[in-house]
């Protein structure tokens, strides 16, 4: 998969966690703090997820907020001081909250300000008003912010249920699942202070979701003519939002992927950004060390787009470029050659060992990618993976005997179960199917179980055709795909390009967003 280019030098790129972090403080904190008196944050388990993203520990302290708490864990009563409760609307949230203020004798915090994430129903209200809380709430507000702000240009919505609620044919709640999803995607307009052009690819969809979303972005600017807007009427100036849905490439999230980010989170046991690993101590031996992969981390942040392939040489010329303006020793003289280099001189220079941490890890991550590279076999694998997605050998020529290749390294019982399930989902989006014959020979091949051939089946509800036709010729493999990359350099593992940068590429109206 080839990368996204990088924006021009001159445009400044909006910043998302940097906007959520100021909402947070002047609609939150600030607003509910104006003596700037020490609070107790408590936050339920979702919007520890939202706030957390934005908003570092140093950030609370420096707002006299004294201590956060998680709303669902048992709590140490803190009756002298008030508390900043942000928290969603649901029953359950505020059964909790209601649950610190149920003993008059000894609440849980002097008051409360209470902040919801979107819209309080009815029946909360009715909740909260004959509850002992009501006396105890002095701001009860809407926040109206339902996104995580992952990174400084990305977001999600900490929805991973939403995949099956919206392909399953067992899904019951498509309705639901639908409009929580744009009052989500309203609040990150309403963050970004955009009414954008709504556009989206005419299926069943990505078509009533987008539709639904620009009524409630109308509705918003109707009734707020005092909003403020960040761009014109002018349809040229507009932000444009493009709903699509997986099935728009399929291929993309299946192969496997050669940038650092990527294959960090696709090959090592990463838990929401949390990485756990041996560091090697100047005095000899090793030491557990948990690290949260983020933007806080410059060498992360300029490296994790990068192709593996670039990235070992990266480190070591990094790693110079530090010694050269931190003259200590023989290293600032001679440098370092390899990732070896680097540890030994990390060893070597303990008094840069806060900024040198950071070259340890990302040695250790990348020794464990090349690790698993070798151990899965992924250079064979992403070979047939590229020739599946782009429907080309690496010459340019026809493939030939494609069944019988898959055969042979399905049949390799030292290949992971995983990858091969892989290689048959590729197999039958590119070429239309399955016929009987090939079902039969690809699925004893890998030793298939039940579960395996489920997910192959289960692309159906993709729009994908399983089968090929019982008679008529079987269809071949499907058009060669675009290859390589407009720009940089390409790379033999990496040459598929994705649909959707074919999209995004086709439909630019502006430039990139600007602070």
Known sequence: MASCPAPPEDIELIDLRHLVKERFFRDVVRASNPDRSYKILVLDKATVQIVSAAVCVSDMVEANVAVVEKLELKRQPIPKLEAIYVITPTLESVRLLCEDFQDAAQPMYAAAHVFFTSNISEDIIKKLKGERAAQHIKTMRDWNLRF???????????????????????????????????????????????????????????????ELLQRRLDLLFRSHPDYAYAGTANAANRAHVLILDRSQDLIAPILHEFTYQAMIYDLLPIDHDHYRYEAKLNEGGTKD???????????????????????????????????????????????????????????ALPQFKNELSKYSLHINISEQLMLKYNVLKLERLATLEQMLSTGEELDGSQPRNVVQQLCTVLADDTVDLLCKVRLLLL???????????????????????????????????????????????????????????????????????????????????RAPLRR
Not at 192 to 209: H, M
Not at 289 to 308: F, N, Q, T, Y
Not at 450 to 458: C, F, G, R
């Open 427 to 509: 197999y039958v989006i590119t070429h239309g199917g399955l016929s009987d014959d090939e079902r039969k020979k690809l699925f004893e091949a890998a030793k298939a179980k039940p579960h395996d051939t489920a997910i192959v089946t289960n692309l159906r509800h993709l729009g994908i055709s399983v089968s090929k036709p019982a008679r008529g010729r079987a269809r071949g493999p499907l058009s060669p795909r675009r290859t390589g990359g407009t720009d940089g350099p390409s790379y033999d593992l990496s040459r598929y390009v994705p649909n959707l940068r074919t999209v995004t590429e086709v439909n630019q109206p």
């Open 148 to 210: 995580v702000a992952h990174e400084s240009q990305a977001f999600h919505f900490d929805n991973p249920q939403a995949f099956h609620s919206f392909f399953s044919p067992n899904s019951s709640d498509i309705k639901a699942e639908r409009i929580k999803c744009v009052d989500q995607l309203v609040s990150l307009c309403v963050t970004l202070k955009e009414y954008p052009i709504v556009r989206y690819r005419d299926n069943g969809t990505a078509k009533p979701l987008a």
């Open 289 to 347: 060390k948990e690290v949260i992969l983020g933007e806080h981390d410059a060498l992360w942040s300029r490296a994790r787009r990068m192709h593996v392939a670039d990235l070992m040489n990266w480190l070591v010329d990094d790693f110079n470029d530090f010694l050269s303006h931190n003259r200590a020793s023989d290293f600032t003289t001679l440098g370092v050659m390899n990732l070896k280099g680097i540890n030994e001189a990390v060893r």
